[in-house]
């Protein structure tokens, strides 16, 4: 199992300013994968950190709305930038172990407010 | 893009009574995972049901697959306020390079009145 610490749980920010979400995971992982979830909507991936190299960007996400950094193993941060209230959504980050057959693992989300 | 889809969106019962949702998934999986949401909280992992197996009990949960309808179904028994939440079901989907991602249906919002 893994027991992530996301923060900030919750946050207002104002359009055309960023917000960074931090992860810390009590365990080394080598994957970290970064959600959005939009009001009463699912979970969308919006990229998967890799320790050492660029992180990967599903379609429809950019890096240069969403930077990430995986600095180590048990580290990652998500920037949204230049704020506009449709990215208003919770955002979560997630590890899971290698392997088709393996769970997943949450942070507690960070619920965005864009005004 | 989308590979679950639960039924019904809500469900609203009695404390006491059994809550049933569904999934439907679109291409063959190897395993099937429901998840647990708490009011906008993470997500929380509740139990996996690989290809091959038809049923799997976990507590007051069960789910069953059926691989031929492309369905699975969550059932809580003598369901309780607190397990007032949203349910999604989860599918692996082979992202390239050896590594899988979870693609998640849109969830069941799950209402027990006391």
């Known amino acids: 199992s893994a027991v992530i610490s996301q923060k900030p749980s919750r946050d207002i920010c104002q359009r055309g300013t960023s917000l960074t979400i931090q992860c810390q995971v009590d365990?080394?992982?080598?994957?970290m994968f970064w959600y959005r979830q939009q009001p009463g909507q699912s979970l969308t991936l919006i990229a998967t950190a890799n320790q050492g190299s660029e992180a990967t960007y599903e379609s429809g996400f950019v890096i240069d709305k969403f930077p990430i950094s995986r600095p180590n193993l048990t580290f990652s941060t998500l920037t949204v930038s230049n704020m506009s209230p449709e990215d208003s959504s919770i955002y979560l980050c997630?590890?899971?172990?290698?392997?088709?057959?393996?769970?997943?693992?949450f942070g507690q989300g960070t619920r965005l407010t864009v005004v | 893009s989308q590979q679950g889809e639960e039924d019904p969106q809500a469900l609203s019962i009695q404390e006491g009574e059994n809550a049933t949702m569904n999934c439907s998934y679109k291409?063959?999986?190897?395993?099937l995972q429901w998840y647990r949401q708490n009011s906008g909280r993470g997500l929380v992992h509740l139990i996996l049901i690989r290809s091959n197996e038809r049923e799997k009990h976990s507590g007051r949960l069960r789910v069953t697959l059926d691989t031929s309808k492309k369905s699975s179904s969550l059932l809580i028994t003598a369901s309780r306020a607190a397990d007032t939440a949203s349910y999604f079901c989860?599918?692996?989907?082979?992202?390239?390079?050896?590594?899988?991602?979870?693609?998640f249906g849109k969830g069941t919002k799950l209402s027990v009145i006391p």
């Open positions: 997630s590890v899971r172990g290698a392997g088709m057959n393996t769970e997943a693992f």
């Open positions: 989860a599918t692996p989907i082979y992202s390239g390079a050896g590594s899988y991602q979870l693609t």
């Open positions: 365990s080394q992982v080598t994957m």
């Open positions: 291409t063959s999986i190897n395993n």
